[in-house]
């Protein structure tokens, strides 16, 4: 029992906290943070919960001195208030990511084994534990030129991993590409625990709410209780010292110092966007706006910056990664690849460029876009094209 207690104030999002916390957990919202913020340690939990807030914002992977007490589950049920609240799609991506890495270092640093396997039992999962470690295949050692045996401590029914890996749509993670003996999935413990982490993202993740009237209300109920007024305003505030930042992070200029963003194609401009508000991206995805922004001379430490709102971000292996793909040079997906691949956005944009072409005004003599890069200089000819016209016209009235 002391065990699940101990678990659930580390891991607080787990469903068994409404069993062993009903007090807490089954309590009205109003009437919860009425609690939380009358009782003794309100202080200490307001500088908890901003820290996390501030932390997200400046796009930290940790938050100093992170508490695993029973303080913690008040912190994370307020989290979630404060998310729908706010009812910002951007911050929520923040904070899940943020504290899906918190959650992913927390199991990674565990000591041994057996809370993994009890969080998975928490969560409903069909896993299965091996001790000792079963083999399930052979990998060769490029530099060795020798055979390695491929074990692991864990299995999990197909099913559940489907669910768990259908946001992470990395081709390694399809169940094509993975191990499977009687419907069980052969997985390593760290990738069990980048599915868990992705699980925990998912559950503070937010859709902006259609019934506005009612969180309205709700919110103007709750801001009555002092303490939680002071502590979402300051995190409003927080959020304004740093939302300028965030809106402009994707903009470069060129030596002319026109602004690239007006020239991305569709394709781009969604990544951008995905990253902006922190939704994982698949390796195609990283690998094509990586190559297309380095193809336009945009900053290493740019592009790495980019990637800080992900789930997975690690500075250290993106920017030799960037780095890398900077020496070798790629050349970025062509049209054809990006339709492949379904990353072409010209429809869903409705990109007059992308979908009828360019050059002559008969549609029948119009050339096909080949290429992003292409849209990029095709564009921006246009605009220093347009710029001319205006100039000269305006010379003309001013004479």
Known sequence: MSSTFNLLNKYPWLPSLKDYYSEIASKDPSEFVSEAFSNEFSDELKKRIIELFKAAFDNLEKVSDYKTDKL?????????????V??????????????????????????????????????????????????????????????QDLKTNFTIHFIDYLKLASNLRDEYRKLVHNSISGGYVFIQKKRIIRLIQEYVRNKLLIKKTEDKASLKSFLEKILEIQGFKDLFNKILNAWTERKEEFEYVFKINLDDKEDLLTLYPPCVKEILRKAQEGQNLIHNERLFIVWFLLALNYPVEKVVDLFSTLPDFDREKTTYQVKFAKKKQYTPYKCLTLKSLNLCMASSYKDELCLEGYGSKEPSERKKLAHPLAYTQIKQYRASKWKNNTNKQLGKENE
């Open 72 to 84: 913690n589950i008040y912190a994370y049920l307020l989290i979630n208030i404060l998310l729908y």
């Open 86 to 147: 706010l009812d910002n799609q951007m911050i929520a991506n923040r904070i899940a990511n943020l504290y899906s890495k918190i959650t992913y270092d927390q199991l990674i640093k565990e000591k041994n084994d057996y809370p993994i396997y009890d969080i998975c039992q928490n969560l409903g999962l069909k896993v299965r534990y091996y001790e000792p470690p079963i083999s399930y295949g052979k990998i060769i050692r490029k530099r060795e030129g020798e055979y």
